[in-house]
Nanobody
Framework: QVQLVESGGGPVQPGGSLRLSCAAS????????MTWYRHTPEKQRELVAT???????NYADSAKGRFTISGDVAKKTVYLQMNSLKPEDTAVYYC????????????????WGQGTQVTVSS
C-alpha cells in the first residue's frame, strides 16, 4: 500500500516562510514525478510545482520566484520551500506522486497525501 504524508504546514505571517515536506512509503518500484497542489474554495485545485524523476521542475506562475521544489523523487521525498508568503497562498497543500509503479511491468497510478494547511495571516 502506498502512502504519502505531508508535513510542515501551519500559520505564518505575510512575508514569512514555510517548508513543506512530502514522503512516500510502501511498496514502490518507481515514481515518475511528485507534485505539490493547493486547494482553496475559490480556486479549487491549483498546481503549484512539480519535480520529475530526472530532477526537472515546473512551477505555476504564482509560485515562480517565491517557491522552490526540491528533493529526490527516486528517494521518495520532496520539499516545497515557500518564501515571501502572501495571504492568497493560504490553502491546503497536497502532495501527489504520479506514475507510481508498485510491481515492475504494472501500470502506474497516482497517489495523494492527506494535505497540510497553510495559513498566511497577520
Amino acid at each position: 500500500q502506498v502512502q504519502l504524508v505531508e508535513s510542515g504546514g501551519g500559520p505564518v505571517q505575510p512575508g514569512g516562510s514555510l517548508r513543506l515536506s512530502c514522503a512516500a512509503s510502501g511498496k514502490i518500484f518507481n515514481i515518475a514525478a511528485m507534485t505539490w497542489y493547493r486547494h482553496t474554495p475559490e480556486k479549487q485545485r491549483e498546481l503549484v510545482a512539480t519535480i520529475a524523476r530526472d530532477g526537472s521542475t515546473n512551477y505555476a506562475d504564482s509560485a515562480k520566484g517565491r517557491f522552490t521544489i526540491s528533493g529526490d523523487v527516486a528517494k521518495k521525498t520532496v520539499y516545497l520551500q515557500m518564501n515571501s508568503l502572501k495571504p492568497e497562498d493560504t490553502a491546503v497543500y497536497y502532495c501527489k506522486a504520479s506514475g507510481v509503479i508498485t510491481t515492475p511491468g504494472d501500470l502506474g497510478y497516482d497517489y495523494w497525501g492527506q494535505g497540510t494547511q497553510v495559513t498566511v495571516s497577520s
